[in-house]
C-alpha cells in the first residue's frame, strides 16, 4: 500500500493498484513506467499517488528481493518469483548468474544499448543488506564527454524557486538533464 523511498520518503499508489500485493511481505524494487520514462513515474508519485486510471497499463512495480526474509540470495528469489507471479501489477526481475568477464560485458551492452544504466551484481548465497555492500555492487560503463549547459529546469517540492537542473547538449545534438551534486546554496543562486 505503501512504497518507501531509498531515503525513506512515503509514495502512495492507488489502492486498486497494490490490491493483490501481499501484506506479510516487505518487497524491494521500483516503480517503472519503461526506458527513458523516469519523469512519469517521478510525476505520478508526487501527485500523492494519482488515480488508478493514471497507473493501470503505464506503471509496473518491478520486484528484486524481499529484505525481510531469512534466506540466501536464491531462496529469496524462489519465494518472490511465486508471490509476484499472482500480482497484476508487478514483475519478477529475473536475474542470472553472471559464468565469466565476458558473459558480464555483454549483458551489461545488452542493457545500456536499450538505455539502461548498468547491472547488479549480487553474490551468491548473501543475505540481504541494507545498503550498498561488497554482497551488491553495480555496475556501468564509464562515459566521459564535454556538454554545453543550454538551459534549467526549476526545482519542485523544496526546491520551489530555485535550481532544479542543468539542462544540458552534447555535440550528438542529444540533450540530458543534471539535477544531483548541487548544494542548496548553489541552487538558490
Known amino acids: 500500500e505503501t512504497f518507501l523511498s531509498r531515503t525513506g520518503n512515503k ?29 512519469v513515474a517521478s510525476s505520478l508519485v508526487r501527485s500523492h499517488g494519482g488515480t488508478y486510471e493514471q497507473w493501470k497499463g503505464k506503471v509496473s512495480y518491478q520486484v528484486f528481493d524481499a529484505p525481510l526474509l ?14 509476484v507471479s499472482k500480482m497484476k501489477h508487478a514483475s519478477f526481475v529475473v536475474q542470472e548468474p553472471v559464468r565469466d568477464a565476458s558473459h558480464l560485458a555483454t549483458k551489461l551492452a545488452c542493457i545500456e ?4 544504466e548498468g547491472v547488479m551484481l549480487r553474490k551468491a548465497g ?13 555496475v556501468k560503463s564509464m562515459h566521459d564527454a ?36 548541487f ?7
Not at 126 to 138: D, G, I, P, T
Open 11 to 39: 509514495f502512495f499508489a492507488p489502492s486498486e493498484f497494490v490490491k493483490d500485493f501481499p501484506k506479510d511481505m516487505v518487497l524491494d524494487g521500483e516503480l517503472f513506467c519503461g526506458r527513458g520514462e523516469f519523469d
Open 70 to 83: 531469512k534466506m540466501p540470495f536464491e531462496g529469496r528469489m524462489k519465494k518472490i518469483e511465486r508471490v
Open 113 to 116: 544499448a536499450d538505455d539502461g
Open 126 to 138: 548473501s543475505a540481504y543488506e541494507f545498503k550498498r555492500s561488497n554482497m551488491l555492487l553495480k
Open 146 to 181: 564535454e556538454a554545453v549547459v543550454v538551459g534549467h529546469d526549476e526545482g519542485k517540492g523544496k526546491h520551489t524557486g530555485k535550481l532544479g537542473a542543468l539542462v544540458c547538449q552534447l555535440p550528438t545534438g542529444k540533450k540530458f538533464k543534471v539535477g544531483t551534486g
Open 183 to 189: 548544494t542548496d546554496q548553489e541552487r538558490a543562486n
